[in-house]
C-alpha cells in the first residue's frame, strides 16, 4: 500500500510504501522510504495511484508542486513501477523519471 509521507505543502512531500504481515496487519514500512521524493527536479512528490497501462505496464500516477516557492497549482505526472527481488525480499521501485 502507498501512502503519502509529509505536508502536502511541504517540498519533502512523497510517497511511502507499507507491507502487510497478513491483510489485518501488522503492517511494515519499507526500508527504502520514501520510495518517490524529490525525483530530478520535482518537488512535493505525492498523492498516489496506480494502474496498469494498455500494455501491462504498472504506472504509478502523481502530483507534484509547479514551484518551489508556491504550492498550487500542482501538475500530474506518472512514472513506471517494478517489483525488484533482493535477498530473497520483494520491493517496489519507481522509476525517478516522469
Known sequence: MTY???SYESPFYG?????????????????????LQRPGS???????AMFTDKNGKLRI???ALNSTTQVHPRKIYISSVEFITNDGKEAMEVDKTT
Not at 15 to 35: D, L, S, T
Not at 42 to 47: A, D, P, R, S
Open 15 to 35: 510517497i511511502g510504501v507499507v507491507n502487510p504481515i497478513n491483510i489485518f496487519g501488522p503492517w511494515v514500512k519499507e526500508a527504502k522510504n520514501p520510495v
Open 4 to 6: 503519502s509521507v509529509n
Open 61 to 63: 500516477v502523481f502530483h
Open 42 to 48: 520535482l518537488v512535493g512528490v505525492g498523492h498516489s
